[in-house]
């Protein structure tokens, strides 16, 4: 393993070795406080251009599950079929694994897919600094390499257009009713739990315009990056929304993008909420639902408009989880009802929403 150090944009270092592919890498360092889950999260598009960190000690002692895409098109274990986080930061990388399921080590898999992965850094001050500084942009340097120091392109840059979709593609075809998914950077577990209510998904680019098309309902859905970079999708939003009720649902940049056709306006979270132990309320109940969250984004409730109001929010911190228009048949959450991994105790939003499609 060779030695390396991540260096903040405050020039604090942390010291560790490489146990993924050796090269230098920047991006924006953000933490992610699950206990498992690996797998889901290298494959979540939402990590596009961000470094993540690992809170749990522990990583790689389950190993890696296959590869494979089942008939659906849908891949069997993965949120998409690569990784996206520009590089993995553990406290105690785990060489040897054991699982049923497992059929190579975190570190090939790291490896194969050109992906930097450091381990014996100090993740818990790591995660310190980030919560009191706010996220920041760091760079993982070689030692031996100290002139090859890599450039980090984070703002400004519209990731959703890099992993969105290039091509209509269409899920569950003949299924029963038809839904447009907005896909701005989408996992795969959205794509499963619509499929699985028998619904038709046509996967459209995140700047289509899908107003013309046949369809009952539209789904937008998560993506990685500024909401504000998304101008084009916002747009299309609004005009569907001004043709009509079809039923609208959004998840994560969804939910952001719902906000912001609808006049909302859209803030930076100071350390963003990724975890699986978020807990969220119902507005207007006692209704207290654990979820799945990676999100740096969060829209800003006093903004809605007077038709518009809250649906959730995070009792962590107060901010918004989700909207819903007073009179059609439009709502959103900011976190993953999907979860995949993590809690399920939302999974009716997915109900509600093929229930509202005639």
Excluded at 236 to 265: E, F, W, Y
Aim: glycine content about 10%; charged content about 20%.
């Amino acid at each position: 393993m060779r030695n390396v150090t991540l260096v903040l944009n405050d020039g604090t270092e942390f010291h560790g070795k490489s146990f993924g592919y050796d090269a230098p890498v920047a991006g924006e360092v953000v933490f992610n406080t699950a206990m498992m889950g690996y797998p889901e999260s290298l494959t979540d598009p939402s990590y596009a251009g961000q470094m993540l960190v690992m809170t749990f000690p522990l990583v790689g002692n389950y190993g890696v599950p296959p590869f494979t895409i089942e008939q659906n098109k849908i891949p069997s274990y993965m949120e998409s079929n690569k990784i996206y986080v520009s590089a993995l930061i553990v406290s105690d990388y785990s060489e040897a694994y054991s699982h049923w399921n497992a059929v190579e080590s975190l570190a090939s898999w790291l490896k194969r897919e050109h992906v930097p992965g450091i381990t014996g850094i100090d993740t818990r001050e790591l995660t310190k600094v980030l919560r009191e500084h706010g996220v920041m942009m760091g760079k993982i340097i070689f030692d031996d390499e100290p002139d090859n120091i890599p450039e980090a392109h984070y703002e400004g840059v519209n990731f959703v257009d890099i992993v969105s979709t290039k091509e209509i593609i269409k899920y569950n075809e003949g299924g029963g009713k038809k839904v447009i998914l907005v896909d701005c950077g989408v996992k795969a577990n959205i794509l499963r739990e619509l499929v699985s209510r028998n619904v038709e998904v046509i996967s459209v680019p995140w700047n289509y315009d899908y107003t013309g098309m046949d369809y009952d309902g539209l789904f937008l859905a998560n993506g990685p990056g500024d909401p504000d970079m998304c101008a084009d999708a916002v747009a299309i939003i609004r005009k569907q929304m001004n043709a009509g009720s079809k039923p609208i649902c959004g998840i994560c940049m969804g939910n952001q993008l719902m906000a912001k056709a609808a006049g909302a306006t859209i803030y930076k979270l100071k350390y963003g909420h990724r975890g699986h132990n978020q807990p969220v309320r119902m507005v207007g109940t006692n209704k207290c639902y654990i979820t799945s969250q990676n999100h740096g984004y969060a829209l800003d409730a006093k903004t809605l408009d007077k038709d518009w109001e809250e649906l959730f929010v995070n009792m962590n911190d107060g901010s918004n989880e989700g909207i819903r228009h007073k009179t059609h048949p439009w709502f959103s959450s900011q976190f993953h009802p999907e979860a995949s991994s993590g809690p399920m105790d939302t999974e009716f939003i997915f109900d509600k929403f093929v229930g509202a499609l005639k």
